[in-house]
């Protein structure tokens, strides 16, 4: 379709949507063939036994010096042992923290902690940012639901830590209020990723 309506010196806003529109089919192809991956499908990513601390510190692997000085990680559980896939938790704490950073003024912190009970691990990111009203919080977790302007995100990412929190006996919880921030706690059932 692209070729030919270059063929035809169509409206040069037409053929920029058409590229836009094929950019984010190949985008979102990339994210679908990784989400298999992590899943332990096709690629079939290993479980990996890792601390809490390496998985931090794998997520914050490469920040800039200005997102570092913003995210402030309050964990008690460094050293607790954990196994799962590795990559893909590291990823969706990523994601989280980003969203997180993404929805608050430049420069205003974004707290980290962990903690786990006798059933549960937990990982908390709150931030103070613009928050969401009912009806946006409501729908952030349906798959390809975005408040980001375009090419910014494909609204997957909350999805995926739904999805994997259960995946591994979890949760995904998000609270919000407009101008008072998001917290996003997500879970995992210590029967199905530590080993006593």
């Known amino acids: 379709m692209l070729d030919t309506l270059k063929e035809q010196n169509s409206d040069p806003e037409l053929i920029s949507d058409i590229k836009l529109i094929r950019k984010q089919v190949e985008r979102c192809r990339e994210i679908l063939y990784q989400m298999s991956a992590d ?21 914050l692997e490469g920040c800039p010096e200005k997102i570092l000085r913003q995210v402030r990680i309050d964990c008690d559980i460094m050293e607790f042992t954990i196994r799962m896939p590795f990559r893909t938790l590291y990823r969706i704490i990523r994601g989280l923290i980003k969203n997180a950073i993404d929805a608050s003024d430049s420069g205003h912190p974004v707290f980290v902690s962990c903690r786990k009970d006798e059933n549960y691990l937990y990982i908390k990111i709150r931030d103070l940012g613009h928050g969401m009203d009912e009806e946006t919080l409501f729908r952030a977790i349906d798959p390809f639901f975005t408040t980001k302007e375009t090419g910014k995100g494909l609204g997957l990412g909350l999805f995926l830590a739904e999805s994997a ?32």
């Open 39 to 59: 899943a332990g499908e096709h690629l079939a990513e290993s479980l990996k036994t890792f601390t809490i601390k390496e998985l931090f510190a794998k997520v």
């Open 165 to 196: 929190a259960e995946r591994f006996g979890g949760k995904l919880n998000l609270t919000s209020f407009p101008e008072q921030g998001t917290t996003a706690v997500i879970s995992f059932s210590l029967k199905q990723i530590h080993n006593s």
